[in-house]
């Protein structure tokens, strides 16, 4: 029920932004903080619709990356590293040169 009374409420405050368009008054500096004010109403109203369907799991599709990757399977985590494997590149490149190595 929460839900419903979230997305009408957000939806009154569009209703208001309309009307000052249409009566023009949308061009004055009152028109134009009304709309800021309704359009603040509308968001918030939104953002708590948002937060009921993220926490009913109405929202699941949208973490599609985070059930792709729970679903990829990981490396082992027993897997060993031979002896002789020569460090990565990466591993070289982020190494902080020596102060003697440093160019002046």
Known sequence: MMLVISIVMGIVPLLGIAWTIVTGTITTVDGL????ILLTLSAVFFLNAYWELRDRGALAFLDKKKVAAAAA??????????A??????????NKEPKPEEREV
Request: proline share 17%; glycine share 0%; net charge neutral.
């Open 33 to 36: 903080f009304m709309s800021l």
């Open 73 to 82: 399977p990981a490396a082992p985590a027993n897997a060993a590293v031979p």
């Open 84 to 93: 002789n494997a020569a460090p990565s590149n990466t591993a070289l490149a």
